[in-house]
């Protein structure tokens, strides 16, 4: 998991030092130099989770993010949001709730052609943190000759450390007002402490008992702004 997580870093830091709209020196001495006058702080709300959540019974999650605008096409970012996930099997039952929050920040691919252009395609990278509450579990082994054993097993506090690459797009559909999305690799930073008993589902992150996970968000925004 490293290696896979090294490779996707050194891919993604490339792509900040080549962006994908290069162009030749006579094209960038044309290009209108955008100066960063006017500052964002954009508000966005995943309106994915309420839907996946009619969807999936035994999974919850709500994730918001704000992002603000630096300079040369860098936001700084963070997230956050709450859930809960619960195992109902046969032999198995338990639940976990918990917390999270991230920082990062994005790098816009697009050049801004003029000072109200908004709209952006870009790369990113995430720390996410979880705090976790695993309830109680209780268990059957099921045994013919013997008959049926039932036990339990105590709750637990736990956190989930991960980090993130993302990918995604904003764009200005009115004033103020975005639609966009995200695609998300996360791979799990301390998975050796859910082996045992992991969190059916972290907000945030997805099921506690995978190491790398792919995701995805689809964002509505609204966006502030103000002269410098």
Known sequence: MPRYFTSILILLLLGMAFPLHAQDDDEEENKPVITDSVKQLRFSFDISKPILNALFKERQAYEIEIDYYHKKDIYFVAEGGWGSGKLDSTYLNYSSTNVFGKIGFNKSLLARLFPNDWDMAFIGLRYGLGI??????????????????????????????WMEVNGGVRVELAK?????????????????????????????????????????????????????
């Not at 998975?191 to 995701?215: R, T, V």
């Open 176 to 228: 103020g007002l975005f639609a966009g999305w995200n695609i998300r690799g996360k791979f799990l930073l301390n998975g050796k402490q859910f082996k045992e008993l992991p969190p059916p589902y972290i907000a945030g992150y997805g099921k506690g008992g995978k190491n790398s996970i792919f995701d995805f968000n689809f964002y509505l925004c609204y966006a502030i702004r103000w002269k410098k």
């Open 132 to 161: 976790i509450q695993r309830s109680d579990a209780t268990y059957v082994i099921k045994n013919d000759l013997w008959g049926n054993t039932m036990g339990s097993i105590p709750g637990k506090s736990m956190t989930a450390h």
